[in-house]
């Protein structure tokens, strides 16, 4: 096993990556890969899980490859320093899955908080595909035939990495310790770890509708943050107003700085100072939503530019990904070696 320090990260492509990648996970990312603290980094655009409840919709995941792609790069992942590639065209990853299956019980599949969860979410219950319900053994290996040790990740994906822990204690003790266990890696700021819809009721989600997208033009991301969720019993400017469970500031927790105060709202020195304001009364919702559109327009300007950018040389986008991919899967025929030495069933292997 190779002591290298490894990154594993990636999102399902379903739709346009939304503020809520961002903060959770793509903005780390890149400070991660520009750290010069790892190895290797592969970045994973996990269109095999995504079917596992698309199976009926293809087009939606294919569609989605490149515009999941767009976003990576316009946020700042270079394929200079990380490895972008698409799961299902690395088949090793399936036969790896297929040697776990033996090694999970379904019952233990059925207690993972993070599968209960989603399968509410998508009114599985009475009827459970067998791919949707067994993705987290898909997740173990894509984690661990990459021999990724550091796995960035929001508060919701830890039962995941448990179960890919234990999935590699199983393993090693069966047959021979050729895994190593990963590590979850949260974000620095804990409201990054699950930013709200704009409804302020349910985490940012493309299924329900209420995301803030990367890629969104100016004027819809004003028109998303000036309907934003705020306190209910704010009705007037003069009410004492929440902080808590407001949906604008928890985003000014994600993405407020000081310096924004100096240069969009010079009354206040910092969050703090607003918060005091708005919790006394005497502060009106439009002027926080519109020092938070300030904020977000600085934000992703320059990645909606860079975007477009791309977009007009969408043939580079598919080369990178076609790179990235042959890229994995050497390593990954590398490391499947390992794995059937490790079991025994390397019977032509002289």
């Not at 989605?64 to 976003?71: G, S």
């Not at 200079?80 to 698409?86: D, E, G, L, P, V």
């Not at 299956?101 to 993972?112: D, E, I, M, P």
């Not at 590699?168 to 620095?188: A, W």
């Amino acid at each position: 096993m190779e002591s290298k320090k490894i990154i594993l990260t990636g999102d399902r492509p379903t739709g346009k990556l939304h503020l809520g990648h961002y903060v959770g996970s793509l903005k780390r990312r890149v400070e991660l890969q520009n750290s010069g603290e790892f190895d290797k980094i592969f970045i994973e655009i996990a269109d095999a899980q995504a079917l596992t409840d698309n199976f009926n919709n293809v087009d939606k995941v294919r569609n989605n490859i490149v515009e999941v792609a767009l976003d990576y790069l316009a946020c700042g992942i270079d394929p200079n320093k990380s490895t972008i590639f698409i799961q299902s065209q690395i088949p090793e990853l399936c036969e790896l899955t297929f040697y776990y299956l033996n090694l999970v019980t379904l019952s233990r599949l059925q207690r993972n908080p993070t599968i209960k969860d989603e399968l509410k979410l998508r009114n599985f219950e009475g009827s459970i595909p067998t791919g949707f319900l067994t993705y987290p053994i898909s997740q173990a290996a894509d984690i661990t035939l990459f021999d990724a040790e550091v796995i960035p990740v929001g508060d919701d994906q830890l039962p995941m990495i448990e179960q890919t822990r234990e999935i590699v204690r199983s393993f090693n003790n069966l047959y021979k310790p050729i895994f190593r266990e990963p590590k979850e890696m949260l974000p620095d700021n804990n409201t990054c770890m699950r930013l709200p819809g704009i409804d302020g009721k349910n985490k940012m989600s493309k299924s329900l509708g209420n995301c803030i997208y990367l890629s969104d033009e100016p004027e819809v991301i004003e028109k998303k943050i000036m309907s934003m969720y705020t306190d209910p019993n704010h009705l007037k400017v003069e009410d004492p107003g929440n902080v808590k469970d407001n949906a604008v500031f928890i985003y000014l927790d994600a993405f407020c700085k000081d310096e924004h105060f100096e240069k969009y709202l010079p009354e206040y020195k910092n969050l703090d100072e607003l918060k005091a304001h708005y919790e006394r009364g005497g502060l009106g919702d439009v002027k926080i939503k519109r020092f938070l559109n300030n904020i977000i327009q600085e934000e992703l300007k320059p990645i909606r530019e860079r975007r477009k950018e791309l977009e007009a040389n969408i043939d580079e986008v598919y080369k990178i990904l076609e790179d990235g991919t042959n890229k994995a899967r050497e390593y990954a025929s590398k490391k499947i070696i390992e794995v059937r030495d490790a079991i025994g069933i390397n019977y032509f292997n002289k």
